[in-house]
Structures are given as structure tokens and as C-alpha cells.
């Protein structure tokens, strides 16, 4: 299968995979549609490389199944990492907490924070709490450099939604 053989699937099944994901996909996960799609056509491309579609249903029916599939390990995943992160908040013989920031974080810069999706909201809360990369990394089950990589993209959220209420300069987070 070349590649435009696979763009032409992608380009008439796309509402499909979008409809499947959509459906079955926690809302509160919708932040990792585009992690889901992907998945789904790459599963699909190296099925269809191993011959795995067997023509007994249409094309489109098998996407819709994949996507399917691919949300169902998504919210497992996410709702894994909210458990543990969960139990970690819980957590009361940690002297240091995630809600407990840094002297001089306002009200206001909380209320942004908490407009994050939950995976780049408990690393910046943690990290405001005190924690180093290392500790983050090992109480999220993450390696440290998905710490670095949520905590940048946190940083360039927070600007947009800062930016988006009117806040003018917002270069210091």
C-alpha cells in the first residue's frame, strides 16, 4: 500500500474515526482526540501492511471499530493517571502538596491553572508545590522528560488563557 492509497482512506474515513472517537471517548479526555485519530490510522496502516483487513465488513466499519478500541485504551490510560494522581493528592504524610504552591501564586493564577487538562494541571500544581522534575516524574509513573514536556506545554496553555482574558504580558510563567 503506498502512501496515497493510505491518505485517500484517511480522507474518506476521517468523519468516521472522528464520529467512533467522539462517541466513545470520556469528554474529559477530549484533549487527546488527536493522540486517539493517530493511533487509530497507524494501527490501521500496519493492518492493512500485515493483510489483517479481511473484506468481511467495509473499510469504514473496521475504522470505526479500531477508533473504538483506541478510545477505550485512551480513557483507561487517562483514568489510570488520574487515579494516581488522585492517590497522591490524598496522600496526608507528604509535607509538601500539590494545592500547596509557592508564597506569591494568586487566586487568580490558580484559577488559570485549573483550566488546564488534568495530566499538564498536576504537573504544574506539583511543581508549584516544591517538587523537583525527579519527584514529579516518579510520583506520576512519567519519565522525567514527559515532566518537561507537560510542564513547557502547560507554560504555553497558561500564556493562551492568560492572554485570552485579557491579561496582557504573561512572559513569566
Do not use: C
Not at 480522507?11 to 474515526?17: L, R, Y
Not at 485519530?37 to 466499519?61: D, H, I, M, P, W
Not at 517538587?131 to 515532566?147: R, Y
Amino acid at each position: 500500500m503506498t502512501e496515497t492509497e493510505f491518505a485517500v482512506i484517511v480522507g474518506e474515513t476521517k468523519s468516521v474515526v472522528l464520529s467512533a472517537v467522539e462517541k466513545h471517548l470520556f469528554s474529559r479526555f477530549y484533549h487527546a482526540i488527536d493522540d486517539v485519530v493517530q493511533e487509530t490510522y497507524l494501527r490501521a496502516y500496519r493492518g492493512l501492511q500485515k493483510n489483517q483487513f479481511e473484506g468481511r465488513s467495509q473499510l469504514s466499519t473496521w475504522l470505526y471499530t479500531i477508533a473504538r478500541n483506541e478510545s477505550n485504551r485512551m480513557n483507561e490510560k487517562l483514568g489510570r493517571e488520574e487515579r494516581k494522581i488522585s492517590k497522591l493528592q490524598q496522600n496526608e504524610n507528604t509535607e509538601r502538596t500539590a494545592e500547596t504552591p509557592k508564597p506569591g501564586i494568586g487566586e487568580e493564577m490558580l484559577g488559570w491553572i485549573k483550566q488546564l487538562p488534568a495530566q499538564y494541571m498536576n504537573v504544574i500544581k506539583l511543581a508549584l508545590g516544591g517538587f523537583s522534575e525527579k519527584e514529579i516524574a516518579a510520583s506520576l509513573s512519567i519519565s522525567p522528560g514527559t515532566v518537561k514536556s507537560r510542564s513547557h506545554r502547560a507554560r504555553g496553555m497558561l500564556r493562551r488563557i492568560i492572554e485570552r482574558e485579557g491579561h496582557g504580558n504573561s512572559t513569566a510563567i
